[in-house]
T-cell receptor
Framework: AQSVTQLDSQVPVFEEAPVELRCNYS??????LFWYVQYPNQGLQLLLK??????LVKGINGFEAEFNKSQTSFHLRKPSVHISDTAEYFC???????????????FGKGTKLSVIP | DSGVTQTPKHLITATGQRVTLRCSPR?????VYWYQQSLDQGLQFLIQ???????AKGNILERFSAQQFPDLHSELNLSSLELGDSALYFC?????????????FGPGTRLLVL
């Protein structure tokens, strides 16, 4: 089974400051990694995903994440945040191979990012 | 807008009742996933359908069931409702059932059981 740990439940940060949201995962098999964002009263939107190749993945809205296999981490970063980035961010994993053809997502508990003017 | 629609947006009902949540996937998507988001359990996978057939089950209670119809829309049926079933229920769709595919989430149905 896979599990995802998001180490910070809440992260306050001033506008235009950098931010890092931490994600660690545990799995006995190879997984793919995802970051989703949930704005208030909305569904989840994909920010970025890591499947293979370069360990630095760039996503939408200026976010990027780095896959670190040895540390089983997939931290999300943004060099300068805006008020509009205030939202909840979810890290997730899915199997990279499933004989049953099912690739459901296993989510972390989420990190609420609050950008302070 | 992800292209995934869910109805109703809000649902208030009483314990012991039965409700049906509806999901229409993005045009052309064959896979539908259902997730439950609650304060204590977080986001959890419930069940997946692919082209009308059940593909995988997660932490879905026996009181809950789902199906996917020939037009690919899906319904999640929740019966004998309990207070603890109050949650946000999301539907997501993907093109197929392949590794690494992006799942597109609908806006969710917020269920309140009183």
């Amino acid at each position: 089974a896979q599990s995802v740990t998001q180490l910070d439940s809440q992260v306050p940060v001033f506008e235009e400051a950098p931010v890092e949201l931490r994600c660690n995962y545990s799995s006995s098999v190879s997984v793919y990694l995802f970051w989703y964002v949930q704005y208030p009263n909305q569904g989840l939107q994909l920010l970025l995903k890591y499947l293979s190749g370069s360990t630095l993945v760039k996503g939408i809205n200026g976010f990027e994440a780095e896959f670190n296999k040895s540390q089983t981490s997939f931290h999300l970063r943004k060099p300068s945040v805006h008020i509009s980035d205030t939202a909840e961010y979810f890290c997730a994993v899915s199997l990279s191979y499933s004989g049953a053809g099912s690739y459901q997502l296993t989510f972390g508990k989420g990190t609420k990012l609050s950008v302070i003017p | 807008d992800s292209g995934v629609t869910q109805t109703p947006k809000h649902l208030i009902t009483a314990t012991g009742q039965r409700v049906t949540l509806r999901c229409s996937p993005r045009s052309g998507d064959l896979s539908v996933y259902w997730y439950q988001q609650s304060l204590d359990q977080g986001l959890q996978f419930l069940i997946q359908y692919y082209n009308g057939e059940e593909r995988a089950k997660g932490n879905i209670l026996e009181r809950f069931s789902a199906q996917q119809f020939p037009d690919l829309h899906s319904e999640l049926n929740l019966s004998s409702l309990e207070l603890g079933d109050s949650a946000l229920y999301f539907c997501a769709s993907s093109v197929g059932a392949r590794e690494g595919e992006t799942q597109y989430f609908g806006p969710g149905t917020r269920l309140l059981v009183l």
